[in-house]
């Protein structure tokens, strides 16, 4: 009986929000978007491990000498990337976990640097996979001889890390375009000039 009233009342009230009606359905959907982002968050934590981990070891030494991934600032570069990555994803994973009110000032705070994030990443593993191509293919212009073809172990192990890192750059991407709309869901669409002429973005309060 008690159920049969509230649902007369949500139905003949003006506005659910007056009887908090579907807070508890709001309430779901946010705690199932946090659970979500927090994996999406914990998923680059292993990805950056693992690509680290391969770069790290990646050595290899035989009758034509020795090359280690340190030899080349592009490796350095993705090595000191994922190490950055994995970080920070593992902290925005905590913090994203934690059942906080959303402010304007959390939001812009994770979209920046889920940007500063996304592009890092990514230029780290563009530049590898410039360094690698050369490896692979060499460079006739400058009389550079592919160096693959005699450290294919080296090249394997690299090509496989740089591929994890592209991985990890899609994870991002999600995660940019996901704090970028709990960003600008915030903001109304222009409605109000100032004297002017300038629209203006109302916010949530």
Request: glycine share 8%; proline share 3%.
């Amino acid at each position: 009986m008690m159920g049969d009233k509230r649902e007369k009342e949500c139905a003949t009230a003006s506005s659910p929000i007056e009887l908090g009606c579907g807070e508890g359905d709001e309430s779901g959907n946010k705690s199932s978007m946090r659970t979500v982002e927090t994996l999406l968050r914990l998923v680059p934590v292993a990805l950056c491990t693992v690509s680290l981990v391969v770069m790290l070891k990646n050595s290899q030494t035989n009758d034509f000498g020795s090359l280690s991934y340190s030899d080349l600032g592009a490796f350095r570069y993705l090595v000191h990337a994922n190490g950055i990555c994995a970080g920070y994803s593992l902290l925005s994973a905590i913090f994203t976990a934690m059942p906080r009110p959303p402010t304007m000032s959390r939001a812009w705070t994770f979209f920046l640097l889920d940007q500063v994030l996304t592009y890092l990443i990514l230029a780290a593993g563009a530049v590898s996979t410039e360094v690698v191509y050369l490896a692979y293919k060499g460079d006739e212009a400058v009389t550079w001889s592919d160096a693959c073809s005699s450290f294919g172990g080296f090249c394997q192990k690299t090509t496989a890390s740089i591929s994890i890192t592209f991985v990890t750059v899609l994870c991002y991407a999600v995660l940019s375009l996901i704090s970028s709309y709990k960003l600008f869901s915030k903001y109304d669409a222009p409605i109000c000039f100032n004297g002017k002429g300038i629209e203006i973005a109302a916010f949530h309060s």
